[in-house]
Each structure stands twice: as C-alpha cells, then as structure tokens.
Nanobody
Framework: QVQLAESGGGLVQAGGSLRLSCAAS????????MGWFRQAPGKEREFVGA????????YYADAVKGRFTISRDNAKNTMYLEVNSLKPEDTATYYC?????????????????????WGQGTQVTVSS
C-alpha cells in the first residue's frame, strides 16, 4: 500500500506562485509515475501533469504548460508542483496520484484510471 499526502496549497493573488508537495509513504518502490490532477467546484477532475520516477520525464496538460513545473526527489519520495503566473481559473483542489504501471507513452498518465493511489487534496485559491 502507498499513502500520499499533499501540502502547500493556500490563497494567493493572481500572478502569484505556490509550490505544492506530495509525499509518498509505504511501498513506494512499486511506483512508476506520479501525477497531479485538479478539480474545481462543479467541474470534472482534470489532469495537470505527470512525472515518471525512474527518469524524471514530465508531461503536462496544455492549460498549464509553461506555467507549472513538476519535479521529484526520489530520496524523499516526494513530488513537487511549482505553479507560477496563477490565474483565478487555476482555483481548485489539487490532488496527487501514483501509478504502479509503466507506460511508454507519457500521455497515458492523463487518465485517472491509470493511477492506483490518490491523496486527499490541497486547496489552491487564486484571487483576482
């Protein structure tokens, strides 16, 4: 089993930045990739980005490309999401997820069904 815990959310003005963290614990050596998703009130969950643990390759949704950066520290079993140039439409609960399966195509990590574990989420609110 793997447990995921997000942190770092908060209230920030438009144009500001935050760094979200996702700490994994448990049987983490079974994980191949980790991802970030978000869900705004009244909207469906959407993919933000993902990172493969073994090589650090990343993949982002078009909506955040160039503004968000995912990184990982395997020694700490932690994934990070740097969010810059925040917009009010970035307001959402941000969830991290972890996948055991390896997919050669990073785009496969867009799909929530390909993840095995989920965190509880951290709220990001961007004021205009």
């Amino acid at each position: 089993q793997v447990q995921l815990a997000e942190s770092g959310g908060g209230l920030v003005q438009a144009g500001g930045s935050l760094r979200l963290s996702c700490a994994a614990s448990g049987v983490t050596f079974t994980l191949d990739a980790m991802g970030w998703f978000r869900q705004a009130p009244g909207k469906e969950r959407e993919f933000v980005g993902a990172i493969r643990r073994r090589d650090g390759i990343t993949y982002y949704a078009d909506a955040v490309k160039g503004r968000f950066t995912i990184s990982r520290d395997n020694a700490k079993n932690t994934m990070y999401l740097e969010v810059n140039s925040l917009k009010p439409e970035d307001t959402a609960t941000y969830y991290c997820a972890a996948a055991r399966a390896y997919y050669s195509l990073m785009s496969s990590y867009r799909f929530g069904n390909n993840y095995n574990y989920w965190g509880q989420g951290t709220q990001v609110t961007v004021s205009s």
